[in-house]
């Protein structure tokens, strides 16, 4: 089992910059890969990016450029870095975690971001 919290500032304006941060536990030695979802008002979720326990990232196109992805030291947290913030990165963001192994996807609990123009 692993457990995912995300945290971070939920309110910022456009062209603005936050970061978001996501912690693992449980069994996190089994964790593959770590990501980030975003699902904006009316829409599906959609993955936005994700990095795997080598290091290696990946990006949507929506977001390439402008959103990073680290893991820290410990390898159980997982940050989404925002610039340039637009309005219609409004959306709640779900951070993933991968367990390869056992064909299953762990989801936090979500946390809201609106990007005030």
């Known amino acids: 089992q692993v457990q995912l919290v995300e945290s971070g500032v939920v309110l910022v304006q456009a062209v603005g910059s936050l970061r978001l941060s996501c912690v693992a536990s449980?069994?996190?030695?089994?964790?593959?890969?770590m990501g980030w979802y975003l699902q904006a008002p009316g829409k599906q979720r959609e993955l936005i990016e994700t990095?795997?326990?080598?290091?290696?990232?990946n990006y949507a196109d929506s977001v390439k450029g402008r959103f990073t992805i680290t893991r820290g030291d410990a390898k159980n947290m997982v940050y989404i870095q925002m610039n340039s913030l637009k309005s219609e990165d409004t959306a709640v963001y779900y951070c993933?975690?991968?367990?390869?192994?056992?064909?299953?996807?762990?989801w936090g609990k979500g946390t809201q971001v609106t990007v005030s123009s």
């Open positions: 993933t975690a991968a367990v390869v192994v056992v064909n299953y996807n762990y």
């Open positions: 990095i795997t326990s080598g290091g290696r990232t």
């Open positions: 449980g069994s996190i030695f089994a964790i593959n890969v």
